[in-house]
């Protein structure tokens, strides 16, 4: 579970630092745009990013079901560290013109191929050696590293934004990616000495591994990875909502500080270690269906009382808002997830299914999510627009849930004959 669980932090670090990053930095420092734009093109290589994870998805969720979790888990964690410690020492557009964005460019797509096979991976090393009933929960403990990669990139972006704004625009931002080869080390250390699951020994074992396991899952389970895009999208939607382009909104256009923002984007994180298995233990007891459902509600009731509070620029019911949009809203439909993506697929193609279903997903809608909301808020601060395309999403991921039948209570299936399609 730790060696699952430090990929998740590290995933999450980076992309969190480099949501923070774009929302605050990355537009005049290597866009050269003060403005809209320069956050508008921030976000855009924000989503290429997303858009390079399928691609990830694909390759290594091949490797997982071929070679082995362990394995690929160990090139993830690597590829994930060097990729956010070399945007530390990107130079910047004053220094090199057009050579700072196709660098940044080049290392956000480098980074989104490896996160594209983490995910997976690291909650198959737990769910796969789960009995049924404790899934939801076992499933949550990797994917509650997202919540402890929020609080590490927003605590330290936090601490080095209270440098003077010189010193903050030279030197401060880089820091934060330069201090993710700590994570590097200890988690690919550890890594290297996990065993492999039971679910890929007993298909190893018996000889039974697919050859070609994409091609076997999308011509055998193509419902199955259309529901796990489903599923995913209103996380996405809603959570780099939030997490990126709130951080930009309330700054720019409420004019709340910096710090209160990524304190308060801290403080929530903070509580998600502890919400993401609560809500995966409770889907144990209740039902995927039903936890998700009651998620999904929730999130599209609280949307415009979300802004409703930001835009009050009190810090309290500032922080409040992030603490409910968060630990309850999010994760009610995300603690539950790695349990229930999981359950759809055979053992044989379970790494590609969910690495392919989610990452498709997650480059579709995730990644598309904090440069939409900008677009829509561009020149008028009003934020309907946004509120309707966050319901949309949660319809959409209601929808993918009861399209499939409750797995809560199944066993993992190990041949695909077993496996509804």
Same mark, same amino acid.
């Given at each position: ?85 070399? %945007?530390?020492?990107?130079? $910047?557009?004053?220094?090199?013109? !057009? ?23 690291? *909650?198959?090393? $737990? ?18 590293? *997202? ?23 030279? @030197? ?40 070609? &396991? ?7 389970? &193509? ?6 895009? /489903?599923? *995913? ?29 990524? @304190? ?12 993401? &298995?609560? @809500? =995966? @233990? ?13 998620? %999904?509600?929730? +999130? ?14 009190? +810090?309290? %019911? ?8 968060? &630990?309850?809203?999010?994760?009610? !439909?995300? =603690? ?29 809608? /995730? =990644? ?5 909301? +900008?677009?829509?808020?561009?020149? $008028?601060?009003?934020? +309907? ?9 949660? !319809? ?7 399209? =499939? ?6 066993? %993992? ?9």
């Amino acid at each position: 579970m730790v060696a699952s669980t430090v990929g998740t932090v590290m995933e999450w670090y980076d992309f969190n630092l480099y949501g923070l990053a774009s929302a605050l930095v990355f537009g005049p420092l290597i866009f050269g745009k003060d403005s809209t734009g320069g956050t508008l093109a921030s976000f855009a290589t924000y989503a290429v990013g997303f858009a390079a994870r399928p691609v990830g998805g694909m390759v290594l969720g091949h490797l997982g079901d071929r070679v082995g979790r362990k394995q690929v888990l160990v090139v993830t964690m690597v590829g994930m560290g060097l990729c956010t410690a070399l %945007l530390g020492v990107l130079p $910047t557009h004053a220094s090199a013109g !057009v050579v700072a964005p196709i660098l940044l460019i080049v290392l956000r797509v480098a980074q989104g191929i490896f996160v594209g096979g983490e995910f997976a991976g690291a *909650t198959l090393l $737990t769910v796969e050696n789960a009995s049924p009933g404790r899934r939801g929960l076992l499933g949550a403990v990797p994917a509650m590293g *997202t919540g402890g990669g929020f609080v590490l990139a927003s605590a330290v972006f936090a601490l080095v934004s209270l440098l003077p704004d010189h010193a903050f625009l030279t @030197w401060g931002w880089r820091v934060p990616f330069l201090v993710s080869i700590v994570l590097v080390g200890f988690g690919a250390w550890l890594r290297r000495g996990i065993g492999e699951t039971e679910a890929f020994q007993r298909i190893e074992k018996q000889e039974r591994k697919e050859r070609f &396991p994409l091609l076997t899952v999308l011509r055998r389970q &193509p419902g199955a990875v259309l529901r796990v895009m /489903g599923i *995913t999208v209103s996380g996405f939607v809603f959570g780099y909502s939030v997490q990126a382009f709130a951080v930009s909104y309330a700054t720019k256009t409420i004019g709340i500080s910096k710090p209160v923002m990524l @304190w308060g984007i801290a403080g929530a994180s903070a509580l998600e270690i502890f919400t993401i &298995p609560f @809500w =995966g @233990w409770l889907s144990d007891r209740i039902g995927r269906r039903l936890m998700v459902t009651l998620g %999904l509600a929730f +999130t599209a009731a609280y949307i415009f009382p979300f802004f409703a509070l930001l835009r009050t620029g009190n +810090t309290v %019911l500032v922080v409040f808002a992030l603490v409910l949009a968060l &630990p309850i809203a999010k994760d009610m !439909v995300f =603690g539950p997830q790695a349990a229930l993506v999981a359950e759809q697929f055979d053992s044989r193609v379970r790494y590609s299914g969910v690495s392919v279903g989610r990452e498709v997903g997650g480059a579709i809608f /995730g =990644g598309t999510a904090p440069f939409i909301a +900008t677009a829509l808020t561009a020149g $008028t601060g009003n934020t +309907t627009a946004i509120a309707g395309y966050i319901i949309a999403a949660c !319809v959409i991921t209601l929808i993918a849930v009861y399209v =499939g039948r409750e797995t809560a209570k199944d066993e %993992l299936k190990d041949s695909l004959d077993m496996v509804g399609a």
